[in-house]
C-alpha cells in the first residue's frame, strides 16, 4: 500500500494537507480547484459537517487533479462510507483495534492519530510506520518530534493541530516529518465569502514550503 506522504501527482511529497471543513457541498469543487491551482493537490475533507460525504464525492467526480481523503474518520462505519465517497486515503484523530482494523482492510492509505510514544510503538508493532500527530501543538510540537526520533526512527508524522506559516518550517525541518495539516490557507471569512482567488493565494504560500520537504533524504 502506497504511503499518504507520496500521493501527489508524480509520486512527489507536499508540505501541507489542506484540513478542509466544508458546510456546503456546491463549495467543494471550486475549493478544491483553489487548492490544486495553488499546488496543493492533496485535500483533506473532515467528516464534521452533513455536508462531507458530499463534499468528498463531489472533488472525487469534478476534480481529477486533487487527491481527496477524508479526515476525523472515527468509526468503521466511517471508513466504509468515505471509500464509498471517492476518499483516497483516511486520517484519523486516534484509533483504537476496531478502528485500525477497518481502515488496513479500506485498501486506501491512512494515518492513524497519536500523541504518545506508547500510541507510536503499538502502530509500529503493528506494522504501520505513519501516522497523524494531533493535536500537535497541544501534544508538545516540534520539541516532543524531535526527541521521538532517536528512539522510534521508523514512525513518520503528518503533525496537524494548531499549526500557522510560521511554525511549519520547524516541524517540515524533522527528519520524521512528511507533512504538515494545515487550515491557514482555509481562512473562515475567504470560505465565507466564497473568495477562491484568496484560498488559491494562500495554497500557493503553503506550497512554497516544499522545497525544504523535498531537500531532506530519507
Given at each position: 500500500?502506497?504511503?499518504?506522504?507520496?500521493?501527489?501527482?508524480?509520486?512527489?511529497?507536499?508540505?501541507?494537507?489542506?484540513?478542509?471543513?466544508?458546510?456546503?457541498?456546491?463549495?467543494?469543487?471550486p475549493l478544491a480547484r483553489?487548492?490544486?491551482?495553488?499546488?496543493?493537490?492533496?485535500?483533506?475533507?473532515?467528516?464534521?459537517?452533513?455536508?462531507?460525504?458530499?463534499?468528498?464525492?463531489?472533488?472525487?467526480?469534478?476534480?481529477?487533479?486533487?487527491?481527496?481523503?477524508?479526515?476525523?474518520?472515527?468509526?468503521?462505519?466511517?471508513?466504509?462510507?468515505?471509500?464509498?465517497?471517492?476518499?483516497?486515503?483516511?486520517?484519523?484523530?486516534?484509533?483504537?483495534?476496531?478502528?485500525?482494523?477497518?481502515?488496513?482492510?479500506?485498501?486506501?492509505?491512512?494515518?492513524?492519530?497519536?500523541?504518545?510514544?506508547?500510541?507510536?510503538?503499538?502502530?509500529?508493532?503493528?506494522?504501520?510506520?505513519?501516522?497523524?500527530?494531533?493535536?500537535?501543538?497541544?501534544?508538545?510540537?516540534?520539541?516532543?518530534?524531535?526527541?521521538?526520533?532517536?528512539?522510534?526512527?521508523?514512525?513518520?508524522?503528518?503533525?496537524?493541530?494548531?499549526?500557522?506559516?510560521?511554525?511549519?518550517?520547524?516541524?517540515?525541518?524533522?527528519?520524521?516529518?512528511?507533512?504538515?495539516?494545515?487550515?491557514?490557507m482555509l481562512p473562515p471569512?475567504?470560505?465565507?465569502?466564497?473568495?477562491?482567488?484568496?484560498?488559491?493565494?494562500?495554497?500557493?504560500?503553503?506550497?512554497?514550503?516544499?522545497?525544504?520537504?523535498?531537500?531532506?533524504?530519507?
Amino acid at each position: 500500500m502506497p504511503s499518504v506522504f507520496g500521493l501527489a501527482p508524480g509520486g512527489r511529497g507536499v508540505p501541507v494537507v489542506p484540513v478542509a471543513v466544508i458546510e456546503d457541498a456546491a463549495d467543494a469543487v471550486p475549493l478544491a480547484r483553489a487548492l490544486v491551482a495553488g499546488g496543493l493537490p492533496l485535500i483533506e475533507v473532515t467528516l464534521r459537517t452533513p455536508a462531507a460525504l458530499d463534499a468528498v464525492r463531489a472533488i472525487a467526480a469534478e476534480v481529477p487533479e486533487a487527491v481527496v481523503g477524508a479526515g476525523t474518520v472515527v468509526s468503521a462505519a466511517g471508513v466504509a462510507a468515505a471509500v464509498d465517497a471517492g476518499a483516497r486515503f483516511l486520517v484519523s484523530p486516534g484509533w483504537t483495534e476496531r478502528l485500525l482494523g477497518a481502515m488496513r482492510d479500506s485498501g486506501v492509505p491512512f494515518l492513524p492519530g497519536v500523541s504518545t510514544a506508547s500510541e507510536v510503538v503499538a502502530l509500529v508493532e503493528r506494522g504501520v510506520e505513519d501516522m497523524k500527530f494531533f493535536p500537535a501543538e497541544a501534544a508538545g510540537g516540534v520539541p516532543y518530534l524531535k526527541s521521538l526520533a532517536g528512539p522510534l526512527p521508523r514512525a513518520r508524522f503528518c503533525p496537524t493541530g494548531g499549526i500557522s506559516p510560521g511554525s511549519a518550517p520547524a516541524y517540515l525541518a524533522l527528519p520524521n516529518v512528511g507533512c504538515v495539516g494545515g487550515t491557514w490557507m482555509l481562512p473562515p471569512a475567504a470560505l465565507a465569502a466564497r473568495d477562491w482567488g484568496r484560498v488559491e493565494s494562500l495554497a500557493r504560500g503553503a506550497a512554497a514550503l516544499r522545497e525544504p520537504v523535498s531537500a531532506r533524504a530519507r
